[in-house]
């Protein structure tokens, strides 16, 4: 079984180039305006449609992991590539504490890789790490500036 994301894309190239790299697979099937990606680790079926003028991507999408060496994997593609990332460490979000790293596609849909830590209570802190809860996803503006900086 796997996971299928069917995705509209402004420009199928930069697209079919950024999720090679994100996934460390090549297309399985691509055809004028289409592409494909059977991809074996994550369990995805990763359909891509040139559509210029889709009103709507997603917010973001993510891929869980069970152990911090998956999750190191992942970042070391990701920073090794020179895709746009973020790291973040100790972080609560979604009612968890969890690491993770964000990887920016070349028209902005946000991925995270991320690992569980713990569940958490409360997704309002009121200091410290916890302070951020409620801005965790919102990483545009963060991961944005990782043209002039490698790793944010």
Known sequence: MRLQLALNVRDLDS????YSKLF????????PGYAN?????????????????????LNHLGVEVFD??????AEQRVKTSGLQHLTENDTICCHARQNKVW???PEGLRWEWYR???DVKSEK????????AEDCCDVDSRISCSQSTPNL
Do not use: C, H, M
């Open 15 to 18: 697209a079919v180039d950024f």
């Open 24 to 31: 460390g697979v090549e297309p399985r099937k691509r055809k």
């Open 37 to 57: 990606f059977a991809i074996a680790e994550p369990p995805l079926k990763l359909v891509l449609f040139e559509a210029p003028s889709a009103g709507e991507r």
């Open 68 to 73: 911090d060496a998956d999750l190191s994997r």
């Open 103 to 105: 990887a920016l596609e």
């Open 116 to 118: 569980v830590i713990e």
């Open 125 to 132: 802190p009121s200091s410290g790490v916890e302070a951020a």
